[in-house]
């Protein structure tokens, strides 16, 4: 709980700082916030996690046909290609048995945990500067936040519908 404060209050100070001194229709606004924006899948995910069903993240073959339409797996290609899945393979462990499936759903449960608070942070910024008279800047405010907490919410929705497709067919076939 303590790190979902601290992470908080941080990006709260400097985003407000950024606001003041340079304002947010200046090209670096959505950029920092967008940066800033990644310190919830890296440092708060997981804690958030622990607290939502592991059932909240469960989503439907139409949830999974859309997704597919509108490009999540093209999104992994992509990742794939630029070495960042690699990279993230590195930061977990491996799966060698069927229980560490488990710990696997919960990184990617983290995952999308802390991309969803990504994501409402650039829709948070983006209603204040819309209110405050920015309509520019809040459509440059929110348009970082599909490709970096979006899509990755939604591949960590489809991968989590892979792994409950694993544990069904173990459980059928014992």
């Known amino acids: 709980m303590v790190a979902i404060i601290i992470v908080l209050g941080a990006i709260s100070v ?3 700082s950024l606001w003041s001194s340079i304002g947010p229709e200046h090209g ?10 990644f310190a919830f899948p890296i440092f ?25 339409a509108l490009g999540v797996k093209v999104f992994d290609r992509i990742l794939t290609f630029i070495r960042w899945n690699a990279l993230v393979l590195n930061m977990r462990k ?29 829709v948070v910024i983006a ?7 920015y309509m520019e800047a809040s459509l440059w405010i929110l348009l970082p936040s599909v490709p970096l907490h979006a899509y ?3 591949l960590q929705l489809v991968n989590l519908r892979r792994i409950d497709g694993i544990h069904e067919a173990r459980g059928s076939r014992a």
Request: glycine share 8%.
């Open 14 to 16: 400097m985003t407000t």
């Open 28 to 37: 670096a606004f959505p950029f920092c916030v967008a940066l800033m924006s």
């Open 44 to 68: 708060i995910g997981a804690e958030l996690a622990k607290r939502i069903p592991a059932g909240a993240f469960r989503i439907s073959a139409r949830s999974n046909r859309l997704f597919a």
């Open 94 to 122: 491996p799966v060698t048995k069927p229980s560490d499936l488990q710990q696997l759903a919960f990184d990617l449960r983290s995952a999308a945990v802390g991309h969803g608070c990504g994501l409402l942070v650039h």
């Open 127 to 133: 209603a204040i500067a819309l209110s405050a008279g």
């Open 152 to 154: 990755p919410i939604m």
